[in-house]
């Protein structure tokens, strides 16, 4: 069983709540997972740990919600070698806003993979003007998200070779 660590970015409270959902399925799988918003990579001693799994939404023109601010901050000024993490990423955004659809969630995917993170699975990128239920898809993507934790590393989707996401609505 793993020990999973959850970093939320959420404005109004949209990914906090899926963030706690998935917290409470983890825990009833039997995995640890912790919630942690406002913290910077330090505090968190993110080289150390294992799994991390980060919720965020997207604010403003495809900016950071305040709260997730400081730990993406810290990832760009420490750049800490995370050759040892797994992670994977629920974005939650809307797809109205075109160009910067789950851009906040795309972001810090790709600052993980810079710093040597490996990602497990698809990044799943949750559309608000379809899918009023955040939850929902979040439950059934953690389903093949937990498998993988326990899966040989061949079947890691390494370093986002192929951009391939899960959405609920086609472009
Ligand atoms: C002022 C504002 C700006 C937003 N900008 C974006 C954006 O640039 N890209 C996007 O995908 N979603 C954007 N959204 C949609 C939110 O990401 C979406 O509603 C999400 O569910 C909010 O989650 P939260 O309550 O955790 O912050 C925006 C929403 C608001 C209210």
Redesign the pocket.
Known sequence: MAEILIVV??????????AECVRDALARAGHGATLSTGQGCADLRLPDRGVLLVC????????W?DNIAPFVRSLDETRPDLSRLRYGVI???????RD?????GRRLDEALRRLSATRLGERLE???CQQPL?DEDALAWLESWTALLNAPAAHHNENNQHEETRRRCPS
């Open positions: 970015g959420s404005e109004s409270g949209n990914a906090h709540l899926v965020t939404s997207t604010h403003g023109h495809g900016d919600p974005a939650l955004g809307d797809r109205t806003y910067t659809f789950c851009l906040a949750i559309d608000a955040p």
